[in-house]
């Protein structure tokens, strides 16, 4: 099993910036695929970012040119820089690992509200 642990979320006005973090209990091997996906109220979970081990990475077009993901080099800890952000930003993020199933964090509320 693998615990993944978020933080960073909060409150902040619109065209400003967050950042989160992702700590993952387990060493990452080589074909685990890390990454952020979000909830808002009333709509279905989608994909944010996701980053391989090898760092490569992938945004949904909503978020890319704001939202940059980056690990750690120890490739246990990811983030999410978050920018210029819209009210539609506003979600629960949750963190993600894909290693033949998925593992999810406990999710982090990010509220972008004026």
């Known amino acids: 099993q693998v615990q993944l642990v978020e933080s960073g979320g909060g409150l902040v006005q619109p065209g400003g910036s967050l950042r989160l973090s992702c700590a993952a209990s387990r060493t990452i091997f080589s074909r685990d695929v890390m990454g952020w996906y979000r909830q808002a109220p009333g709509k279905e979970r989608e994909l944010v970012a996701t980053i391989t081990s090898g760092g490569i990475t992938n945004y949904a077009d909503s978020v890319k040119g704001r939202f940059t993901i980056s690990r750690d080099s120890a490739k246990t800890t990811i983030y999410l820089q978050m920018n210029s952000l819209k009210p539609e930003d506003t979600a629960v993020y949750y963190c993600?690992?894909?290693?033949?199933?998925?593992?999810w964090g406990q999710g982090t509320q990010v509220t972008v509200s004026s």
């Open positions: 993600t690992l894909y290693r033949g199933s998925y593992y």
